[in-house]
């Protein structure tokens, strides 16, 4: 039963070796998505391009409806599963951040590395620019400390703050990705920019 | 040859698949900022011992003599270079260059990444996981966190847009 990493004895080496293999999955799917391209990225933001909505949300509805799958064939232990906790001020704050740095470098961390391995000079320096900015983060670490731990909830689930199951939950997930797809497919067509949509 | 990119949503559950096989095998999300993380700590830890060791903050990685890079984050990472490579050989889109709107300048170009790498991973060490680790994992296993991540990532890169319209198209 999975997580096959947390069966008992389960050698340290060959964890990493997963993690070697699922990085390599990972970059190839973003890198065939065409999110090694900054223009297609920031498309989503100006219309022309909504790449990042449908292969975000089919990726995450994938992998609940297919985890959850899982768990009701009695192949994986969902509470063995990592869940992110929640930190409201951090999620908020570090969420702006994020988003400021994502118009301006045109890529997100996951995107740059697959740009990078694909030679984009653009994304080499926005590669370097992330390892300046951990390092500055590890540097003001004990002046923004109070803010990264304010307000913590733990590894609360969405669906427990609405009371509802996650099944009933997915579905309505679905739903609202459909209406999404269906507006997305729409803006591509109503914001359309055929000389930048040619180059990519 | 250059290759088309992959159906939006054929790509999707290509990436989905692989999101799910990380939280089978190793009960685990994908992740990309972590991963350089430990890139800064180990780099630190190289460049200056003493630092690395009075820090509240890097020390931790060097507990009982570990080598920051051999964890699964930053052994991940370079899996992610891996992949892409692998795919941009297969579709023929290798190649050296500055991607960039014809109106702004290269220098412009390669600033802006710069600042852009910095506020992004900066964000994702503070919300602990950029949009890979926290919204898009999070999202898969309904972590409340990782809504709200996603909500203020892609919100703000909005109003973000609209401010920064000129650089782009």
Not at chain 2, 43 to 61: C, I, P, W
Not at chain 2, 139 to 160: C, E, H, K, N, R
């Amino acid at each position: 039963m999975g997580p096959i990493s947390s069966l008992p004895g389960f050698p340290a080496w060959l964890d990493l070796l997963f993690a070697f293999v699922i990085g390599t999955g990972f970059g190839f799917a973003l890198e065939q998505a065409g999110f090694s391209s900054c223009r297609k990225l920031t498309g989503m933001f100006y219309g022309y391009d909504t790449t990042v909505i449908k292969v975000f949300f089919t990726a995450a509805i994938v992998a609940l409806v297919g985890s959850q799958f899982l768990a009701y064939f009695g192949l994986l232990d969902l509470s063995l599963v990592f869940v992110n906790e929640y930190y409201i001020n951090a999620a908020l704050i570090g969420g702006v951040i994020m988003g400021a740095g994502f118009i301006l470098g045109g890529y997100c961390p996951g995107t740059g590395l697959s740009a990078l391995s694909i030679g984009k000079i653009d994304a080499l320096f926005y590669a370097l620019g992330g390892l300046t900015g951990a390092f500055l983060f590890a540097e003001t670490y004990p002046a923004i400390v109070g803010i990264a731990n304010a307000a913590s909830r733990g590894p609360v689930r969405i669906n427990e703050i609405l009371g509802l199951s996650p099944g009933v939950f997915t579905f309505l997930l679905i739903g609202a990705a459909v209406c999404m797809f269906w507006i997305a497919e729409i803006a591509e067509r109503k914001f359309a920019r055929p000389e930048i949509t040619r180059e990519l | 040859m250059k290759r088309n990119y992959m159906n939006p949503y054929v790509a999707g559950v290509m990436l989905g698949l692989v999101l799910l096989l990380a939280m089978y095998l190793s009960g685990r999300g994908l992740a990309a900022s972590g991963g350089i993380k430990y890139c800064v700590v180990s780099l630190v830890g190289n460049l200056s011992e003493k630092h690395a060791s009075q820090s509240v903050y890097y020390s931790k990685y060097f507990e009982d003599g570990q080598k920051p890079l051999k964890n699964w984050l930053p052994i991940e990472m370079f899996g992610i270079l891996a992949g892409g490579f692998i795919s941009g050989a297969v579709s023929g889109r290798l190649k050296f260059r500055i991607e960039k709107s014809p109106k702004i300048s290269s220098t412009r170009r390669l600033v802006l990444a710069f600042l852009g790498g910095i506020c992004f991973v900066y964000g994702a060490q503070l919300a602990r996981g950029c949009t890979s680790g926290a919204a898009l994992s999070g999202m898969a296993v309904l972590s409340l966190g990782g809504f709200v991540t996603m909500a203020a990532i892609f919100g703000s890169a909005y109003l973000f847009a609209f401010i920064f319209k000129r650089n782009w198209i």
